[in-house]
Structure formats: structure tokens, C-alpha cells
């Protein structure tokens, strides 16, 4: 049984930063590659970034130089750093994490940035 469980969000002003973790309880957390979603109010869950086993990162272009994705093996964990937020940022954010086919996501954590 794998869960997730993500925390760190919260309202924060335009330009304001938030990190956002993530906990894996699953085997072999290390060898997974995992993901950061977001879904807007209206919207599709979208994928914002992820991170391979051997640490290789992609970003969607909107991000791109703003948020950063990390993990620590040793404590099963998942990061977004973002800075430079923007009223466009507003949405649940989900961890993601597959595990021999089958899709695990977290509950998500709001993040709302407004002035």
C-alpha cells in the first residue's frame, strides 16, 4: 500500500514563495520517478514537474526558472520550491508517484496566491 501525503501550502502575496513537500510511504521510494501536478479551479490536472531516480528534472514552460522539484531518498520525501508567485499559480497541488502500473496521488494542498 503506498500513501502520500503532501503539506505546505497556504495564501501568499504575488512575487511570495511556498515549498511544498511531499511524503512517499512506499517500497523503494529511490528508484521511483515522482511528479508535482496542479489543478486550477475549471481546469485538467496538469503535470508541473517532475523528478527521475537519478535525479533529472523537466519543468512546464510556465514555470521554468521559478520552481524547482527535489527529493531526499533517505526520508522518502518529494519538494517544490517556488518562487516568483503569481495569481496564475492558484491550485491544488498533487504528488504523483507510480508504483508497477498502478497511479498514487495525494490528497493535494491548496496553494492560493492573491494580494
Known amino acids: 500500500q503506498v500513501r502520500i501525503v503532501e503539506s505546505g501550502g497556504g495564501l501568499v502575496q504575488p512575487g511570495g514563495s511556498l515549498r511544498l513537500s511531499c511524503v512517499v510511504s512506499?517500497?523503494?521510494?529511490?528508484?521511483?520517478?515522482v511528479d508535482w501536478y496542479r489543478q486550477a479551479p475549471g481546469n485538467e490536472r496538469v503535470l508541473v514537474a517532475q523528478?527521475?531516480?537519478?535525479?533529472?528534472?523537466d519543468y512546464v514552460d510556465s514555470v521554468k526558472g521559478r520552481f524547482t522539484i527535489s527529493r531526499n531518498n533517505a526520508y522518502n520525501t518529494l519538494y517544490l520550491q517556488m518562487n516568483s508567485l503569481k495569481p496564475e499559480d492558484t491550485a491544488i497541488y498533487y504528488c504523483?508517484?507510480?508504483?508497477?502500473?498502478?497511479?498514487?496521488w495525494g490528497q493535494g494542498t491548496q496553494v492560493t496566491v492573491s494580494s
Open positions: 504523483h508517484v507510480k508504483y508497477k502500473g498502478t497511479d498514487y
Open positions: 512506499g517500497p523503494n521510494f529511490r528508484i521511483h520517478p
Open positions: 523528478i527521475t531516480s537519478s535525479g533529472s528534472t
